[in-house]
C-alpha cells in the first residue's frame, strides 16, 4: 500500500492512536521528554494554524494564549481541581481572552492587526512578569505533579499518555471542524471578506470563533507544557516563543493540519539536536524561515505532496485551495477594484 492511501483509510486515526501508545515501549527518559513537547506543540501550532493559515488572521498573539494556559492550568491545579478540568479552564480562559484580542480584528487586518497582537503579546508577558503575588514573578513557579484518576504522573512516561491522550482527541476534532461548515467559512473569509459577507457568512461571528478556537488550542497546549517541563517563567512566552510558533507553521506548511504536526516534530527535536550550538537558536530559527518561505513557500507538508508522498488530502482547505465559487465571485470582486480603499487603511467593509 502506498504511503498515501494508508493516510487516506479509515483506519489510519485508530492505527495514530495504537502507534502512540506504542511509543513509550521505544524511548528512553530523555526521548520521552522531547516527545511529550513535541505533543504540546502540535496543540499550539494548530492554534496558529486555524487563526493564520485558514482564517487568514495575521495575528501573533498565540504565544500569549500559551502563557495565560499555562498559568491558569498550574494555578488552578493548587487547588487541587482534576488536571482534566485545569486544562479546559486554561483553554477556555486564553480562548475569552482571544476573543477580546479579536474585536480589533473586526475593523483591522494585516500589518495593523500583527502590530496590535504582537503589542498585546509583550504586554501579556509583562503582566506575566510583574504579577508577582499570583505568578511568583520572573522567579517562574512550578507546576504541580499532575493527578489522573487518582495516580500520581511523576515521570515523563506517565505525563505522555495524558498529552497524548488529550492531543488526539483535539486533533480529531479540529479535523472534524475544519471539514464543516466551520472551515469552510473560515477559508472563504480568508479569500476575500466582502464575498464571504455576499455569500451570507456572518464576518464578524466567524472572525470570532476563529480567534476563540485558535486561543483555546494555544491555552490548552500551553497547559500541558506546563505539566510536560514542570516549571515555567514568563520568558518562555516571549518574542521568541512566537517566532517558533510561526516557524511551526510556515516549515510545516501554511493551511496544513498535517502540516502542524511535521513542523512540530522537527523544529522541537531541531534544538535537541544543535543543543552544541544553543547560542545561535535565534538566529537558526531566522534562517530557516527565510529559507523555507523563499524556497518551500508551501512548507514541508506541500513539498512532500508534490512528490506523492503525502495524499492530496493532507492539504485540504490549504492557503492555495479556495471554494469555486468564492474564487470566481473573488475575481469579478477584483475587476471592478471592490473594496480596495478600505484594505489598503486596514479596515473591514
Known sequence: MRISAFFETRWFPALFLLFLLVIPLTTNNYFQFVINLVLCYVLIGFGQQLILGYAGQFSFANAAFMGIGAYTTSIIFTLN??????????????ALVACLVGLPALRLSRVYLALATIAFGEMTTWVLTHWNSVTKGGDGMYSPVPVFFGYSLDTDTERYFLIAIVCFVMVMIAQRMLA???GRAFIAIRENE????????????????AFALSGFYAGVGGGLYAIAVNYIVPDNYDLFQLVIHF????????????????????LTTLPEVLREFQHYQEMTYGVLLILFIVFIPRGLAGFLKDRRILPREILVHGWKEEIPHVREAAKTAAVFNVGAGAEDRGEEH
Open 81 to 94: 481541581v482534576p488536571i482534566l478540568i485545569a486544562l479546559m479552564a486554561g483553554g477556555l480562559l486564553a
Open 180 to 182: 464543516s461548515k466551520f
Open 194 to 209: 466582502m464575498v464571504a459577507s455576499c455569500n451570507g457568512i456572518n464576518i464578524p461571528l466567524y472572525k470570532t470563533i
Open 247 to 266: 516557524a511551526l507553521v510556515m516549515v510545516g506548511g501554511l493551511g496544513s493540519m498535517y502540516g502542524v504536526i511535521v513542523g512540530a516534530l522537527v
